[in-house]
Each structure stands twice: as structure tokens, then as C-alpha cells.
């Protein structure tokens, strides 16, 4: 689900916005909210039996490792998209 929303939202957020900081803050607002559902999902079904997601006896340091890195590619993703919309409106205006 953080994936999704990192791959939907990140880059849109970073071009149409116009301010970096309100693009980030947007962004994060949808990967934290996302981020919360998921990690609900995965430990109601850690709590009924299933180890897939996370392993039965140590922390889950992996998951969040992973949630880590899609959060800081979803905030490269935002500055790409911002860097696109700066380089076409000065394109533009020349």
C-alpha cells in the first residue's frame, strides 16, 4: 500500500504544487496515513497466526527498512517532479 502511494502520489504531489515544502508535507500526510493502514493489516494478521509479513520471534527490522526506503524515494520522487515543472516553466517563459 506505501508503495502505491509513493508511486501514485510522489511525483504528481512534486509537479503541481508549487511550493517544495507543501509537495514533502503533502506526501508525507498520504505515505503516514497510508504507512498506519498498513501496518494495522499486517499486525492483526501477525496476531491471528500468519508470519509472512513479519517473523515470529524477532523485530521486523527488515520491514522497516523497506518502509524506510520507499518513504525516501517518494521524496526523490517529489523533487523530480518539482525539478520537471521548474525546467518547463522556464522553458516556457523563454
Known amino acids: 500500500m506505501i508503495a502505491v502511494v509513493t508511486v501514485l502520489?510522489?511525483?504528481?504531489?512534486?509537479?503541481?504544487?508549487?511550493?517544495?515544502?507543501?509537495?514533502?508535507?503533502?506526501?508525507?500526510?498520504?505515505?503516514l496515513w497510508?504507512?498506519?493502514f498498513q501496518s494495522l493489516y499486517l499486525t492483526?494478521?501477525?496476531?491471528?497466526?500468519?508470519?509472512?509479513?513479519?517473523?515470529k520471534d524477532a523485530f521486523p527490522l527488515s520491514y522497516g527498512?523497506?518502509?524506510?526506503?520507499?518513504?525516501?524515494?517518494?521524496?526523490?520522487?517529489?523533487a523530480v517532479g518539482h525539478w520537471v515543472r521548474a525546467r518547463r516553466t522556464a522553458g516556457a517563459a523563454v
Open 9 to 31: 502520489l510522489a511525483f504528481p504531489l512534486g509537479y503541481l504544487l508549487r511550493s517544495h515544502l507543501a509537495a514533502n508535507v503533502a506526501y508525507a500526510i498520504a505515505y
Open 34 to 36: 497510508a504507512f498506519t
Open 44 to 55: 492483526l494478521s501477525w496476531v491471528d497466526g500468519d508470519v509472512s509479513a513479519f517473523p
Open 65 to 78: 527498512i523497506v518502509a524506510s526506503a520507499i518513504f525516501g524515494v517518494g521524496f526523490g520522487l517529489v
